[in-house]
């Protein structure tokens, strides 16, 4: 049973326009979200993160919301640029030093 | 500062040959992590390491062992490789602190095991 969830496996927007990542969470002990991006043959590298005892974080084009009630976050990407185009991953701190990730949602920017 | 480096790239395998892969880091940080990702299930963490001389197990740990060098190299160890291990592999290590929560991941190490 997947404790992070991305159920949009892939999304399309317009260049210049806003793109919105969404990831749901099953686990309430989670105390620390982040979203990675993933080019092809890449590792994934660090975009934002959000601790549980906020509710927003920005960073430049980047927004991160959580919704503690409804365990769900997102991420917010203004304007859309074809460089953003890639896979996205949320991931959940857990106990210890254990971090759970969700499937991801590839993004494409059209321009 | 090349943060952190997997060796090797890519590698092929028969079944039940064993192999080690290399990681090591130059950020001096605590924290070290082995993860695979396979089609459709995101990273899977198979170890983590939260420091020189620790190491715990993450969410699939069968058929791995790791061992965690010095501060700067954590490697993992298939003994026994079967085609389930087919896989791309990457390496991470962490730093966090009050309002600081990030991994820096290697580029990845890609597994076909036959």
């Known amino acids: 049973d997947q404790q992070v969830k991305q159920n949009s496996p892939s999304l399309s927007v317009q260049e210049g326009r806003i793109s919105i990542l969404n990831c749901d969470y099953t686990n309430s002990m989670f105390d620390y979200f982040l979203w990675y991006k993933k080019y092809p043959a890449e590792g994934p590298t660090f975009l934002i993160s959000i601790s549980s005892i906020k509710d927003k974080n920005e960073d430049g084009r980047f927004t991160v919301f959580l919704n503690k009630s409804a365990k769900h976050l997102s991420l917010h990407i203004v304007p859309s640029q074809p460089g953003d185009s890639a896979v996205y991953f949320c991931?959940?701190?857990?106990?210890?030093?254990?971090?759970?990730f969700g499937p991801g949602t590839r993004l494409s920017v059209l321009p | 500062n090349a943060g952190v480096t997997q060796t090797p790239k890519f590698q092929v395998l028969k079944t039940g040959q064993s192999m080690t892969l290399q990681c090591a880091q130059d950020m001096n940080h605590n924290s070290m992590y082995w993860y695979r990702q396979d089609p459709g299930m995101g990273l899977r963490l198979i170890y983590y390491?939260?420091?020189?001389?620790?190491?715990d197990k993450g969410e699939v740990p069968n058929g791995y062992n790791v061992s965690r060098l010095n501060k700067r190299e954590f490697s993992l160890r298939l003994e026994s490789a079967a085609p389930s291990q087919t896989s791309v592999y990457f390496c991470?290590?962490?730093?966090?602190?009050?309002?600081?929560?990030?991994?820096?991941f290697g580029p990845g190490t890609r597994l076909l095991v036959l």
């Open positions: 991931a959940a701190r857990g106990f210890g030093q254990n971090f759970v």
């Open positions: 390491s939260a420091s020189e001389g620790t190491t």
């Open positions: 991470a290590s962490r730093i966090s602190g009050a309002s600081t929560e990030t991994q820096y």
